[in-house]
């Protein structure tokens, strides 16, 4: 079973940046696909971006072109830089592992 915890969240002014972590613990072998989600305020959780093993990364239009995921195996660490952020990227932010472990989750404000 893996834990997972993200961080690096907060309130930050609209064009700002920010960047969120995931430590994945337990059950932390390194094959699986991980990805970011987010769940915008009254609405359902969303797909964002997702990182396979090999190092392919697929993007939501919503975040391509702005957010950047990445992952480092020998640290069980996800990453999501995000740049250029837009009110509307307010949501609470979510990593998980195959789709089907999922963390706890970091707010993400801005204004």
């Known amino acids: 079973h893996v834990q997972l915890v993200e961080s690096g969240g907060g309130s930050v002014q609209a064009g700002g940046s920010l960047r969120l972590s995931c430590v994945a613990s337990g059950d932390s072998e390194g094959s699986y696909c991980m990805a970011w989600f987010r769940q915008l305020p009254q609405k359902e959780r969303e797909w964002g971006a997702s990182m396979d093993s090999d190092g392919s990364t697929r993007y939501a239009d919503s975040m391509k072109g702005r957010f950047t995921i990445s992952r480092d195996n020998t640290e069980n660490m996800l990453y999501l830089q995000m740049n250029s952020l837009k009110s509307e990227d307010t949501a609470l932010y979510y990593c998980?592992?195959?789709?089907?472990?999922w963390g706890q989750g970091t707010q993400v404000t801005v204004s």
């Open positions: 998980s592992r195959g789709f089907a472990d």
